[in-house]
């Protein structure tokens, strides 16, 4: 090849900072720049990196967003035509070029002599805006380049793609002078298979996930009666932390069509459920306004009417207290309660640091292990949907993952 045919601009956004450490790559995008500065194409994808996300308070991907992401290996075809024929850009190259080649590594494909003849518009600010801070948000900020949601993948590349615009149009002949030779690139890149699996964005702020029910049929067909105590099982782990995260959810649709539950049988089981809260709420004699908001929380999640509550509250009042209820003694106001004793399992990047975490359960008697067994009370995760081996194993045990707010207010109780 005797000339590029333009730019393309990537940014990455990963589960942490060294491939060595088996971080991965969770979010990709790649900006095509021409010649003279302009943006030409954008393309970006969420990725399924089989790990957990790490700092996602950094990066703000959550795992219910990547589930159903692709792959690396299930668009790397489109990523190395995306870059074919075209120098490689980025903000802080050193570090997407060292997880890229590390992705690329994983399916047998050697990019590090293309990404070595790429272009650091990090290094590159300092000497095109004397003064500029290093980060690509300072960056953009001194030269007047906005409009982007900073710190995801497509928002940073977009980014970085008009920082580069700017310096090509003021200092185009420095810009030229970074530039290698294109007889010392290494321009050949292999030809994989494309369009594989379609790119996932993530999910707007303001948008929400309709609610589990709706994907219940209102009739199934079925031979004999159904099991809805597999379904209540499920419900109550899911149900320990008050919030039924998307995995969860997932699991509650399973398991009510696996054993042939329609919706309303579903919905009397949620009611059920309901009564056992506000039976085991009456035990004293008294319903204090925590177990009331609680009981309000779990009727939103299960999709029944607030009245309901006050419902159930006045009908189990007027009930003997001394009819013999099953699941009466098993339910719990307020959700996870934990024990001395209690084996407890701890994944992902948490608000509190993990050391304190862990010292601080121990001194309650709690025994913190590094995996998960049968004998696991709970995983208490930073993101309830974690794609960790730990949240892997504890859904396959049928464990309950709890948030790390959920597992805090346990530890609170325990003291």
């Given at each position: 090849m005797t000339a590029p045919l333009g730019y393309a601009v990537v940014d990455t956004e990963t589960t942490g900072i060294l491939p060595g450490f088996h971080h991965?790559?969770?979010?990709?995008a790649v900006v095509h720049v021409d010649h003279a500065g302009s943006i030409t194409n954008e393309w970006s994808t969420l990725v399924n990196p089989d790990r957990d996300l790490g700092p996602q308070a950094i990066h703000g991907i959550r795992a219910a967003e990547v589930r159903q992401a692709p792959r690396f290996e299930q668009f790397a075809g489109d990523i190395l035509e995306l870059f074919r024929g075209r120098i490689v850009v980025a903000h802080n190259l050193q570090f997407d070029s060292m997880h890229l080649y590390a992705e690329f590594q994983r399916i047998g494909v050697d990019v590090s002599r293309y990404l070595s003849?790429?272009?650091?518009?990090?290094r590159l600010a300092g000497t095109v805006f004397p003064g500029v801070q290093r980060s690509l948000v300072e960056c953009c900020r001194m030269v007047g380049?906005?409009?982007?949601?900073?710190?995801t993948a497509h928002g940073d590349a977009v980014a970085a793609a008009r920082l580069f615009g700017r310096?090509?149009?003021?200092?185009?002949?420095?810009?030229a002078s970074q530039r290698l030779s294109p007889a010392t690139v290494h321009w050949e890149l292999p030809v994989l298979r494309r369009n594989?699996?379609?790119?996932?964005?993530?999910?707007s702020r303001a948008r929400s996930e309709p609610h589990f029910l709706a994907r219940l049929v209102d009739r199934v067909p079925r031979d004999g009666e159904p099991e809805k105590d597999a379904y209540l099982s499920v419900l109550d782990g899911a149900l320990l932390d008050r919030q039924i995260s998307i995995s969860e959810a997932d699991a509650l649709v399973e398991v009510a069509h696996e054993?042939?539950?329609?919706k309303a049988e579903v919905i009397g089981v949620h009611h059920d459920y309901l009564r056992d809260l506000a039976r085991a709420a009456w035990v004293d004699g008294f319903v204090s306004e925590d177990e009331r908001q609680d009981l309000e929380a779990v009727a939103a999640l299960l999709g029944l009417d607030a009245s309901e509550v006050d419902r159930v509250l006045s009908q189990e009042q007027a009930s003997p207290p001394d009819r013999p209820e099953s699941r009466a003694a098993q339910v719990s106001v307020g959700g996870l309660v934990l024990r001395p004793g209690d084996r407890i399992v701890l994944t992902g990047s948490m608000r509190r640091e993990r050391n304190d975490l862990k010292a601080e359960a121990v001194a309650l008697g709690l025994r913190v292990v590094s995996s998960v067994s049968k004998r696991t009370k709970v995983v208490a995760a930073a993101d309830p949907d974690s794609l960790s081996g730990?949240?892997?194993?504890?859904?396959?045990?049928?464990i309950p993952v709890v948030t790390e707010d959920a597992f805090l207010r346990a530890l609170e109780a325990l003291k």
């Open positions: 991965r790559v969770a979010e990709i003849g790429g272009l650091c518009t990090m380049v906005g409009g982007v949601r900073f710190h310096m090509l149009s003021e200092a185009p002949r420095l810009v594989l699996a379609k790119p996932v964005h993530r999910r054993f042939g539950l329609h730990k949240a892997k194993d504890a859904r396959a045990l049928g």
